[in-house]
């Protein structure tokens, strides 16, 4: 057996254990029904073409010697350079025809045959203008973080649901027995969940929330997919203010944009029960912390739960430390030992198809930003 053959069987083993190989790609095992799909304008088809001679790859992030071994072995052809930092990256960026890892204005401006960056991260909202307008390929690593930060959505449902963050945590600190309570103990079982964004985060936690819980879940994006069976309704986002007054629970899983920035503002704030609550995993720059705050003091919704916040770190006298109601994470939800597994097979999968002239994984529209 080849090399490659065990990358791309271990590139699916190591996503296959939460399901999301199964997100990467339309299965025909994952839909409802041929008349479930969402049509909409279609994603451009961008190829990245391979150099005829060695391909030169930069990689200035931190990798173990086996996993630098992995990505080098993936594809064919492969020069793979491992730097010092980034500063040595800036230095030798002319010579690159791929970059693997985190890139900044100063390197793409010095990198004159650059085809394709492999992105660090998910978002691309912090990248530079400069790669964003630039006519190399971008990849990212969505979807591989998504399950450990669908569990996370859970966690946020379960406490906030079951009085744990309100009541129980803190009493326990106070070392305190007492039935009292500040909010009613409810359960998930069929409630309804709706979805901003079903992409990774998106469906690893429907598929959660269905199987788990029995929920009800609806769901809005503006790309074209198909319908999974655990997703009672997916519809573009005309659809959301008909869904807000629906949820018990809203969660935000959409990327940051300028047509998302603060989309969750007192409009929808003021139109979700007062017993639902509000989570958000991906973006801080997607909420208006201030809508969020007085919805929180006044009543508005019952509870929230937020991994991310805008800036971050939070500072100490921002208004959203002194809301009842509320759990802060310091963006840790994407943290677990099999992120860095995903991570490296991920980029093993893509140098592997990119030095075959294959169609890569997680290509990023730059004009849309996701």
Not at 13 to 18: E, M, P
Request: proline fraction near 7%.
């Amino acid at each position: 057996m080849s090399k490659n053959s065990i990358t791309r069987r271990d590139f699916v083993t190591s996503l296959a254990v939460s399901g999301t190989a199964a997100t990467l790609s339309a299965v025909p095992s994952a839909l409802a029904a041929p008349n479930d799909a969402v049509v909409v304008e279609s994603f451009p088809v961008v190829e990245a073409r391979p150099s005829n001679g060695p391909i030169k790859i930069l990689c200035a992030e931190r990798l173990a010697p086996e996993e630098v071994e992995k990505i080098r072995s993936a594809g064919k052809n492969i020069d793979l350079i491992m730097l010092r930092d980034r500063s040595e990256l800036k230095q030798r960026a002319g010579e690159a025809e791929v970059i693997l890892g985190v890139v900044d204005r100063e390197t793409v401006l010095k990198a004159s045959n650059l085809k394709w960056v492999q992105n660090w991260a998910a978002g691309v909202d912090t990248l530079p203008r400069e790669l964003m307008q630039h006519p190399c390929v971008l990849t990212n690593m969505q979807r591989i973080y998504a399950p450990v930060i669908a569990e996370t959505a859970v966690g946020f449902m379960l406490s906030l649901a079951r009085g744990l963050a309100q009541d129980s945590i803190p009493r326990f600190r106070e070392r305190k027995w007492t039935r009292e309570k500040s909010v009613p103990l409810v359960d998930l079982y069929q409630k309804t969940l709706v979805l901003v964004g079903l992409g990774g985060i998106g469906t690893e936690t429907a598929r959660r929330a269905h199987y788990g819980f029995e929920m009800k879940v609806l769901a809005v994006d503006p790309k074209p997919l198909p319908k999974p069976q655990f997703v009672a309704e997916l519809h573009d986002p005309g659809w959301l203010m008909e869904m807000v007054p629906q949820a018990d629970i809203l969660m935000s899983a959409a990327p940051l944009t300028k047509e998302t920035r603060k989309m969750f503002n007192e409009n929808i704030f003021g139109k979700m029960k007062k017993s639902a609550y509000f989570i958000n995993v991906t973006r801080g720059g997607l909420v208006d912390q201030a809508a969020l705050a007085r919805a929180l003091k006044e009543g508005w919704i019952q509870g929230a739960g937020l991994d991310v916040t805008d800036p971050e770190p939070l500072p100490a006298e921002d208004p959203l430390w002194d809301c009842p109601h509320l759990i802060i994470t310091p963006h840790n939800s994407g943290d677990a030992p099999i992120r860095q597994k995903r991570h490296v097979a991920l980029v093993a999968e893509n140098v592997r198809r990119y030095s075959s002239g294959l169609p890569m994984l997680n290509v990023v529209d730059k004009a849309r930003g996701y």
